[in-house]
T-cell receptor
Framework: SAVISQKPSRDICQRGTSLTIQCQVD?????MFWYRQQPGQSLTLIAT?????????ESGFVIDKFPISRPNLTFSTLTVSNMSPEDSSIYLC??????????FGAGTRLSVL | GQQLNQSPQSMFIQEGEDVSMNCTSS?????WLWYKQEPGEGPVLLIA?????ELTSNGRLTAQFGITRKDSFLNISASIPSDVGIYFC?????????????FGQGTILTVHP
């Protein structure tokens, strides 16, 4: 399994500001994903982070709000832009191994005031 | 989009009891995954299922991939206090949706000593 490090682990932000979350993997992986987990809810896929090209966003999520970078096969960032209290969630990155299994980071717990 | 219906939503059991939870879908999945999430952590993979009818065990945990490919169940035998957490099923439909996991709503498990 892969070791995934996410930073920051938690943050409290003011509305209207932006936060960039980093995801670092200890090995090269083809597929990386970003999920949102709203309070008391399940996980919802935001986008697939593609290395060398634009991310692929799921319905309901747009690049202007959640810009994603994937500069190489071990690193990705997710930015939550122009935050509002509704953006308060846990944001998780995951990577897919060779056997179609996804491994998750510990998540970033975001509170927006 | 695809939805997974997971039940029960929560369970309160005594230590030593067996637990069963399941997920159903209106559409077919090629892979079923079961995860456990504890407070402050990301989901951790428990069992992965790849073929219809497959029955797989991991210690006290047993999971099955339904014959119709539209359902899966997870059993925990002889529960212990450290089994406490939220259990999620997740499905991968494959094809153009390869790698994009759909998650169930989660089952919150509480074990009383």
């Amino acid at each position: 399994s892969a070791v995934i490090s996410q930073k920051p682990s938690r943050d409290i932000c003011q509305r209207g500001t932006s936060l960039t979350i980093q995801c670092q993997v200890d090995s090269q992986v083809t597929m990386m994903f970003w999920y949102r987990q709203q309070p008391g809810q399940s996980l919802t896929l935001i986008a697939t982070a593609n290395q060398g090209s634009e991310a692929t966003y799921e319905s309901g999520f747009v690049i202007d709000k959640f810009p994603i970078s994937r500069p190489n096969l071990t690193f990705s960032t997710l930015t939550v832009s122009n935050m509002s209290p509704e953006d308060s969630s846990i944001y998780l990155c995951s990577v897919q191994g060779s056997t179609n299994i996804q491994y998750f980071g510990a998540g970033t717990r975001l509170s927006v005031l | 989009g695809q939805q997974l219906n997971q039940s029960p939503q929560s369970m309160f059991i005594q230590e030593g009891e067996d637990v069963s939870m399941n997920c159903t879908s209106s559409s077919i999945f090629n892979t079923w995954l079961w995860y456990k999430q504890e407070p402050g952590e990301g989901p951790v993979l428990l069992i992965a299922l790849y073929k219809a009818g497959e029955l797989t065990s991991n210690g006290r945990l047993t999971a099955q991939f339904g014959i119709t490919r539209k359902d899966s169940f997870l059993n925990i035998s002889a529960s212990i206090p450290s089994d406490v957490g939220i259990y999620f099923c997740a499905g991968d439909a494959g094809g153009t949706s390869y790698g994009k996991l759909t998650f169930g709503q989660g089952t919150i498990l509480t074990v009383h000593p």
